[in-house]
């Protein structure tokens, strides 16, 4: 079946970097993109990114061009996600989800949780 | 690239239907056909309901329709049960590799 599991949660501290990782199985991993998804404490999701595990070619939203940073390692069918200069406006649960040609995200990972905290 | 703009609440008594709009623009929800919708639960990852504007994964409930005009997309739940209650968002394609969600709506069964 279908997983995306994803690393833990990260306290980082205002203007660090954080890393997560996102270990896709049960399908051909370089077929299928992956999107990048957050949700901030009791508001919306928002989408961050898109990376095409096959090629490495990505997509960034406007608002995170320039901050982060999707890659994925072929070899162990990982995909990861690096946002920089953090403030506390980061905080919210972070999700990887497989992304559907013509439709979008279809199974999604538990989430991580980053708390950006002085 | 604005997040596509949606109800912040709807509600309904079980049984009736209920409509969600979902309004974007030209250059996202009126150039393609690529619009998708989500159902959240408390807690819970989001989950695939409709997509290309009007279809139904596998699984899912025929109470749940979608439809497109222009700019604006809309998700209809009929039948409404108390198990409905929940986040919905809307989902589009953006142009240049981007995608945007919607605001999402919270849908309160009464």
Same mark, same amino acid.
């Given at each position: 079946?279908?997983?995306?599991?994803?690393?833990?949660?990260?306290?980082?501290?205002?203007?660090?970097?954080?890393?997560?990782? =996102?270990?896709?199985?049960?399908?051909?991993?370089?077929?299928?993109? /992956?999107?990048?998804?957050?949700?901030?404490?009791?508001?919306? /999701?928002?989408?961050?990114?898109?990376?095409?595990?096959?090629?490495?070619?990505?997509?960034?939203?406007?608002?995170?061009?320039? #901050?982060?940073?999707?890659? #994925?390692?072929?070899?162990?069918?990982?995909? %990861?996600?690096? /946002?920089?200069? /953090?403030?506390?406006?980061?905080?919210?649960? %972070? %999700? =990887?989800? #497989?992304?559907?040609?013509?439709?979008?995200?279809?199974?999604?990972?538990?989430?991580?949780?980053?708390?950006?905290?002085? | 690239?604005?997040?596509?703009?949606?109800?912040?609440?709807?509600?309904? $008594?079980?049984?009736? !239907?209920?409509?969600?709009?979902?309004?974007?623009?030209?250059? *996202?929800?009126? @150039?393609?056909? &690529?619009?998708?919708?989500?159902?959240?639960?408390?807690?819970?990852?989001?989950? &695939?309901?409709?997509?290309?504007?009007?279809?139904?994964? @596998?699984?899912?409930?025929?109470?749940? $329709?979608?439809?497109? !005009?222009?700019?604006?997309? $809309?998700?209809?739940? $009929?039948? &409404?049960?108390?198990? *409905?209650?929940?986040?919905?968002?809307?989902?589009?394609?953006?142009? !240049?590799?981007?995608?945007?969600?919607?605001?999402?709506?919270?849908?309160?069964? &009464?």
């Amino acid at each position: 079946q279908v997983q995306l599991v994803q690393s833990g949660a990260e306290v980082k501290k205002p203007g660090a970097s954080v890393k997560i990782s =996102c270990e896709a199985s049960g399908y051909s991993f370089s077929s299928f993109y /992956l999107d990048w998804v957050r949700q901030a404490p009791g508001q919306g /999701l928002e989408w961050i990114g898109i990376i095409n595990p096959s090629s490495g070619n990505t997509g960034y939203a406007p608002k995170f061009r320039g #901050r982060v940073t999707l890659t #994925r390692d072929t070899s162990t069918g990982t995909v %990861y996600m690096d /946002l920089s200069s /953090l403030t506390s406006d980061d905080t919210a649960v %972070y %999700y =990887c989800a #497989r992304h559907q040609s013509e439709v979008g995200p279809d199974y999604w990972g538990q989430g991580t949780l980053v708390t950006v905290s002085s | 690239q604005s997040a596509l703009t949606q109800p912040a609440s709807v509600s309904g $008594s079980p049984g009736q !239907s209920i409509t969600i709009s979902c309004t974007g623009t030209s250059s *996202d929800v009126g @150039s393609y056909n &690529l619009v998708s919708w989500y159902q959240q639960h408390p807690g819970k990852a989001p989950e &695939l309901i409709i997509y290309e504007g009007t279809k139904r994964p @596998s699984g899912v409930s025929n109470r749940f $329709s979608g439809s497109r !005009s222009g700019n604006t997309a $809309s998700l209809t739940i $009929s039948g &409404l049960q108390a198990e *409905d209650e929940a986040d919905y968002y809307c989902y589009s394609y953006a142009g !240049s590799n981007t995608y945007v969600f919607g605001t999402g709506t919270k849908v309160t069964v &009464l």
